[in-house]
């Protein structure tokens, strides 16, 4: 019997979770996520087999001025070989899909695809959304520290390249 849960997990829990999932990374850590989203806008989603867990998901929901509603993004979609023999990421994306729309969110953003991974593509497009392409991503130093050090090393790595060669 397969059975959601939304922020049920402690900050422990989860990382004793994303252990368990070859394809979560540092980014999807509790304290990571806090400081990138906020925590009051991050939630972390369960789908348990019984007692084990078959997929996670961690989402971030925000607040885009232009839009009625708010906006949830897809941070991490994990699933697990027993998740994925049952193609738990349909059934757990589907479950987060009737949470969002409950909570009054109006638009679902799973992220980018990628021509290295067709099969994340076509679960993509299996789950009925729309192809939107937009401009790269880009980052902001809230820390002025922070962005003068960012700067530093772009300077550092793209300033040789920029500067005029001497022609003799």
């Given at each position: ?9 402690s900050?422990?829990?989860?990382s ?12 999807q850590?509790w304290?990571c996520?806090?400081v ?15 007692d084990?867990?078959?997929g ?5 929901t925000i607040?885009?001025?232009?839009f009625?509603g708010d906006?949830a993004?897809l ?6 070989a027993?998740?994925r ?13 009737g ?12 992220g ?5 991974h067709?099969?994340v593509?076509?679960f993509?497009a299996?789950?009925g959304?729309e192809?939107?392409?937009?401009a790269g991503?880009?980052e902001?130093?809230?820390n002025p520290l ?13 300033g040789?390249?920029r ?6």
């Amino acid at each position: 019997m397969y059975s959601l849960e939304v922020d049920t997990v402690s900050n422990t829990e989860w990382s004793a979770l994303l252990r368990q999932f070859d394809d979560a990374t540092i980014y999807q850590t509790w304290s990571c996520g806090a400081v990138l989203w906020g925590a009051d806008r991050l939630s972390h989603v369960v789908l348990r087999n019984g007692d084990e867990a078959v997929g996670i998901a961690q989402v971030a929901t925000i607040q885009v001025p232009i839009f009625r509603g708010d906006t949830a993004l897809l941070v991490l979609a994990a699933s697990n070989a027993e998740g994925r023999s049952v193609m738990a990421s349909y059934l757990l994306q589907w479950n987060i899909i009737g949470w969002l729309k409950m909570k009054g969110v109006r638009s679902y953003d799973l992220g980018g695809i990628s021509p290295i991974h067709p099969e994340v593509n076509y679960f993509k497009a299996g789950i009925g959304g729309e192809n939107v392409s937009h401009a790269g991503s880009f980052e902001q130093c809230a820390n002025p520290l922070s962005s003068l050090f960012d700067r530093s090393l772009g300077i550092l790595k793209y300033g040789r390249k920029r500067l005029p060669r001497k022609i003799s």
